[in-house]
């Protein structure tokens, strides 16, 4: 038997067998086993340089636009940004990436229009893969979907989930230790939704023998899988519902409907038009939101505070991350800093190199001369 219709002989069985307790633990390892094959099979196909795409990453943050063919994507990205890209009234007309550059709060984001992600994409056909390859790159998904279409997003997010990119989840909260005997020794915190039989199996699967594993939350088989593959890629999402101004009032009920049906809350879906160029503000805050940009204001000796080119960082990072992003030798020479706003107790708080930062904060860097 070929490795296709090995893949294809375990998926049939997964998907007869009926999952319940005593099938968990098989279904377990059968789900272990497929993303295994799976990955040997794409091993052996990327041979012919498949990744595709070297689109240089620059700015802050790097955006993926995807969506079927003729949804806006192009009409799209040049309202939001310093690009031109073709826009056609016909399929197919953004045969590259088309990369353009959107500035919002001080910030570089860069957005990528790829080619319509089509059917089958993840298996590699009709150059599928490549748009594929530049989405697992980005930091922010954007969904372009058109008010009519709106049944699109299912097979978007199938798409990239065969692609192995997961979309607004963290990575499953587990740690795993080898250990040179013993067997497999699973501990749980509270119910995790699996049993102790079925996470053991899994592991056992995927060539571990001697090992404990502890898992901290509820999970899924598919999810245990995903946590013992080390190329799962995370990132969040955001879903346009673009040509909004061609739909009348009452139809906008059908829409929220096909909407909810798709597991999307109406009110989180941003409506826009890229062609009359509405609801756009909105959409520029919300990815550099969703993305965890934060704007550090430099005070800089002697100039002041500039505001208007910010140091632009990610929800999260120091005032070790900022030396680092300003480069030269800051951080070599860094002694101290001080901070003012959200991040500090008082004005001009003084901060070591561990201290996290927040949007809009003052930084000034001590350092030695
Ligand atoms: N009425 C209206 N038309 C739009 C809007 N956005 C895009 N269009 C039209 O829809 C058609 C397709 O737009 P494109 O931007 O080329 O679509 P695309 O997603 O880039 O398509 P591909 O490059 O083929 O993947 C064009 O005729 C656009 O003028 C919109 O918000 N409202
Ligand atoms: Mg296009």
Redesign the pocket.
């Known amino acids: 038997m070929g490795l296709e219709e090995e893949i294809e002989a375990i998926e049939e069985e997964i998907a007869n067998t009926p999952y319940n307790k005593s099938t968990e633990a098989h279904i377990g390892r059968l789900k272990a086993k497929l993303a295994q094959k799976k990955e040997t099979l794409e091993a052996r196909g990327s041979g012919g340089g498949g990744e595709g795409y070297a689109v240089e990453k620059t700015g802050d943050a790097t955006v993926a636009l995807v969506?079927?063919?003729?949804?806006?994507?192009?009409?799209?990205?040049?309202a939001l940004t310093n690009a031109e890209?073709?826009?056609?009234?016909?399929?197919?007309?953004?045969l590259n990436v088309h990369p353009g550059m959107l500035e919002h709060n001080g910030a570089n984001i860069q957005l990528l229009?790829v080619?319509?992600l089509i059917e089958g994409a993840a298996g590699g056909r009709g150059g599928g893969r490549e748009v594929l390859s530049v989405v697992r790159t980005a930091d922010l998904v954007l969904f372009?979907l058109s008010v009519f279409e709106i049944e699109q997003y299912a097979r978007l997010r199938e798409e990239l989930y065969a692609n192995k990119i997961r979309l607004d989840t963290t990575p499953a909260n587990m740690s795993i230790t080898k250990k040179h005997k013993g067997g497999i020794n699973v501990t749980t915190s509270g119910d995790v939704g699996l049993e102790d039989k079925t996470i053991a199996e899994v592991l056992r699967e995927h060539g571990y023998v001697n090992a404990d594993v502890t898992l901290r939350e509820e999970i899924t088989v598919d999810e245990l899988v995903d946590g013992l593959m080390d190329n799962r890629i995370y990132l969040p999402s955001i879903v346009t519902a673009?040509?909004?101004?061609?739909i009348d009032p009452d139809y906008l009920d059908t829409v929220n409907e096909e909407l909810r049906a798709h597991d999307l809350d109406p009110e989180e879906v941003i409506f826009?038009?890229?062609?009359?160029q509405?609801g756009l503000d909105g959409l520029k805050e919300t990815i550099y939101e969703t993305i965890g940009l934060i704007r550090v204001y430099m005070d800089k000796p002697g100039r002041g505070v500039d505001y208007d080119e910010p140091l632009v960082l990610r929800e999260g990072q120091t005032v070790e991350d900022a030396c680092r992003k300003i480069g030269g030798d800051f951080l070599d020479r860094f002694r101290f800093a001080r901070v003012s706003g959200p991040s500090a107790k008082h004005d001009d708080q003084q901060v070591g190199l561990d201290h996290g930062l927040k949007d809009e904060d003052v930084l000034r860097l001590i350092v030695r001369r």
């Open positions: 969506g079927f063919p003729s949804v806006g994507k192009s009409t799209l990205l040049n890209s073709e826009i056609g009234a016909y399929e197919f007309t953004t229009d080619p319509g372009v673009n040509k909004a101004d061609l826009i038009s890229a062609e009359e509405k």
